[in-house]
């Protein structure tokens, strides 16, 4: 069943139209428009500081139930639409963050609606299926199609609920691997089986999967003990003794300080290299490398192609399987499918793992890595079959309307917007840098940086950061160039203030 144009906005009624929105007209562009005229602004308007009074109150209700420090401010999402979010008080937001980077096609996107509103889909709605064990019929041609979108070299997929879900997964399946090949045969012994009871050897072998300084992939304990980006991640939680290699410091751009970004990053080869030898020596063998392509909660930091394709070799050289974390990079923010694709590997990772902007989460991987046995990597419905209705029609618009270049094109806006504003105004902002529209720029230290996101917050921009300094980009796919300047306009207005004296 199609949906009108008339029901649509019903769905998503407009905002009020009493509003008299900030005259922040910047022309568009004349590329093709990707939603319809009614979801797009002229800029953000504001009503109340952000938060403002009814999201206070909300929050002092909501309080009374469960922690609230991390909640910045409620939403109405029925009127928010496109790049623009509207939260409780009508303060209407243009919104570079797109709920943590997990909006791919921005708020209430037609194609989605009609996705939801299809008869042809509620029973997925209405009987939630247990996916691992009664699929329904279409299950193959679903999971066909999210192959169609795979990395090179993979024709394996396992869906799952979120990012840490499809991380924890994949390092089962590390282990799984590297057990099978060090007995020989997919099947447990019987010993392992009876031992594994106990937490002993050889059933519950010592091996680790070694991470980064910096990375993030998940909350979880295992995730956790492969996580290093934030103390709150990780505090009074009982974490494996698992191996922490140091993630390259780089400057940016990478090629203009390309010598000294090859020396750092031949000091963290040869590190990971040593901590592979250190831990296989006593008995805890590296069975895994995780690596994200851009270190999204450390503070969006990446190293060169060179850098991950040496990587690759190592952890080849090690017999170490090589999980590529896509979480917060892959579906098509970086200007690619998939942010590893860039690096020209000579042999594609072992397992890509993804979630975010795909949806829902998961896991690609080849052919050695998949499990004998039935339950071995599973949950109850393999994330949520509701997500893989919305993940089709996200997909969908993808190809459709060309949203990869979409944001290579947006992106440059953005990246060079961000180049050119550290150039004017060097005692704010430094170290501008990114793939595609996934991008960051980094204030003198946290102080600084989180008052610039307040200050954003209040002139209209809903925006994050990350690690200790840095303001991190993560635009819906549809964030076209003039939103980009449009952030870029009011970025700048909220830098020179904070140079002002009294600031």
């Not at 690619?336 to 690096?343: C, D, L, P, T, V």
């Not at 550290?422 to 989180?450: I, M, W, Y």
């Not at 200050?455 to 300094?469: E, F, P, S, T």
Request: glycine residues 6%.
């Amino acid at each position: 069943m199609s949906i009108s144009m008339a029901a649509l906005k019903q769905l998503v009624p407009r905002t009020n139209t009493l509003w008299k929105p900030v005259v922040r007209c910047v022309s568009q562009s004349s590329h093709q428009k990707l939603l319809p005229e009614d979801y797009d602004y002229d800029g953000p308007h504001l009503v109340t500081q952000v938060p403002g009074p009814r999201s206070k109150m909300l929050l002092e209700s909501l309080d009374t139930i469960q922690n609230t420090e991390a909640v910045q401010f409620f939403c109405d999402f029925k009127k928010s639409r496109g790049n623009w979010l509207v939260d409780a008080d009508g303060n209407r937001l243009l919104d570079v963050y797109s709920q943590i980077a997990s909006l791919p096609l921005g708020y209430n996107h037609p194609a989605i609606v009609s996705a939801l509103a299809d008869e042809n889909n509620l029973s997925t709605f209405a009987n939630r299926p247990a996916l691992g064990v009664l699929p329904p019929v279409d299950f193959p041609d679903t999971l066909q199609k999210l192959l169609l979108v795979a990395p090179p070299g993979f024709s394996q997929v396992q869906t799952m609920a979120c990012g840490t879900c499809a991380n924890e997964n994949a390092y089962k399946a590390v282990f799984f691997w590297y057990r099978a090949r060090q007995r020989g045969s997919l099947i447990p012994t019987e010993e392992e089986l009876e031992s594994c009871m106990r937490h002993e050897a050889p059933g519950s072998p010592n091996l680790t999967i070694l991470g980064f300084k910096g990375g993030f992939h998940g909350r979880t304990i295992g995730c956790a003990s492969s996580s290093h980006a934030a103390p709150l991640h990780k505090v009074d939680l009982p974490v494996l003794d698992w191996p922490i290699a140091p993630f390259p410091v780089t400057k940016y751009p990478l090629d203009v300080y390309a010598q000294e970004n090859r020396q750092e990053e031949e000091r963290c080869l040869d590190k990971a290299f040593q901590l592979m030898q250190e831990y296989k020596n006593k008995g805890r063998p590296v069975a895994g490398v995780v690596v994200e392509p851009i270190q999204s909660e450390g503070g969006d930091r990446h190293a060169s192609n060179s850098f991950f394709r040496q990587l690759r070799k190592i952890a080849k050289e090690n017999e170490s399987a090589f999980i590529v974390d896509e979480v917060q990079t892959g579906a098509g923010l970086t200007g690619k499918m998939w942010a590893h694709e860039y690096w020209g590997l000579e042999e594609s990772p072992d397992i890509v793992t993804f979630s975010k902007k795909m949806v829902i989460g998961g896991l690609y991987f080849k052919e050695d890595f998949r499990p004998k046995g039935p339950f071995r990597i599973m949950n109850t419905w393999l994330g949520d079959p509701a997500k893989l209705v919305i993940l089709e029609a996200v997909l969908s618009v993808i190809h459709q309307d060309r949203l990869i270049d979409n944001m290579t094109e947006t992106g440059q806006v953005i990246l060079q917007g961000l180049e050119k504003l550290q150039d004017k105004h060097a005692e704010v902002l430094s170290n501008a840098r990114g793939r595609g529209a996934f991008c960051a720029v980094d204030f003198p230290n946290t102080l600084t940086r989180d008052k610039a996101v307040a200050a954003l917050r209040n002139k209209g921009v809903q925006c994050a950061g990350c690690g200790a300094r840095s303001l991190r980009i993560r635009p819906a796919l549809i964030f076209q160039p003039h939103h980009a300047r449009m952030f870029l306009d009011i970025l700048e207005e909220t830098t020179l203030e904070m140079k002002a004296p009294d600031a």
